[in-house]
């Protein structure tokens, strides 16, 4: 199993975000992805959101290991040709080491302030159907033609072409079963949803039916789960992350028990464990649930709980 953090934009600056990719690599985590948002979800719309695409490039620049990208690309704000030319140059300047991750994108405020059409679920999830055509085709046609109902391609040329062959790892995030994952099944190398080992278990298994519908090994499908975690032996510490993501993202009681990876260091690695039994690859923990000194958690947890989910 392979370890990343889920980095959110909102409430930091460059200087934090820099030191804390620079401590993942330092100590052996194998990813970090950014969050894509312009303000803060919340009716006020107030404080600091760094830019996600510009914030790729420069990492890739300061960071040489890692793998880094997205997680997730909106893309009712980000033109699919528009967006394949600046992820190629970002897969350039990090020698092959973009994860471009896209999704139909949900935060309606960010497109109400900006003007951005927000278009029905529906919409949306027909548009990142055919983003992802478009964003395929530029990367590995030399010059490129698509009609669609959304986007349009004429004779496109789309030089130079990514590092990374036939194109760079394609995340798709988002958990919808009959629609998102259909997606999936078709254009993704990564598919990537906030669960544990009973949601995961469960979304992966229709994955695999839309897999075999459309033709396609679902081994060749990385998945990642996302989990808040709390590493403590202190059942109130586990308790109070909890009822922070049950507050912050929505969920339910029986979601929130699946999602938080909490306990012990024996605990956590029997959680991972079925999680890696689920079919799960890739486990990204969000910044947005971690202490404020996030080094000593990060820390034990590459030292004390990953190694024994690396065999």
Request: net charge positive; hydrophobic share 40%; aromatic share 8%.
């Amino acid at each position: 199993m392979q370890f990343a953090l889920f980095v959110g934009l909102g409430g930091t600056t460059w200087d934090n975000v820099v030191t804390l990719t620079r401590h993942l690599e330092a100590t052996g985590w194998d990813a970090a992805c950014l969050t894509d948002h312009f303000m803060p979800n919340t009716p006020e719309a107030v404080g600091d959101n760094l830019e996600c695409v510009s914030a790729l490039a420069a990492l890739a620049a300061l960071v040489p290991r890692i793998r880094l990208g997205s997680i997730v690309l909106g893309n009712t704000y980000r033109h699919p040709a528009v967006l394949a030319k600046a992820l190629t140059n970002i897969d350039i300047i990090s020698g092959g080491r973009l994860i471009a991750g896209i999704g139909g994108a949900w935060q309606q405020n960010e497109h109400q302030k900006y003007g951005i059409p927000f278009y029905t679920v529906g919409e949306r999830l027909r548009r990142l159907d055919e983003a992802c055509e478009v964003l395929k085709a530029l990367w590995t046609q030399d010059r490129a033609t698509f009609k669609g109902q959304f986007y349009e391609l004429i004779d496109a040329p789309a030089s130079p072409k990514p590092v990374q062959k036939p194109y760079p790892e394609l995340l798709i995030g988002g958990g919808g079963e009959k629609v998102t994952l259909k997606i999936a099944a078709k254009h993704a190398d990564h598919w990537n949803t906030w669960g544990g080992p009973r949601i995961l278990g469960a979304k992966n298994a229709i994955l695999n039916e839309h897999c075999a519908k459309v033709g396609r090994d679902p081994k060749t499908i990385l998945r990642s789960a996302v989990m808040p975690i709390a590493l403590s032996d202190d059942k109130a510490e586990v308790e109070k992350v909890r009822q922070l993501a049950m507050k912050r993202m929505g969920f339910d009681e029986a979601r929130a028990q699946d999602t938080i990876l909490g306990g012990s260091v024996a605990q956590v690695q029997d959680t991972l464990g079925k999680l890696r039994e689920s079919g799960v690859g890739l486990l990204f923990v969000p910044t947005m649930f971690l202490p404020k000194d996030y080094r000593p958690l990060l820390d034990k947890f590459m030292s004390d709980v990953a190694p024994a989910l690396r065999k």
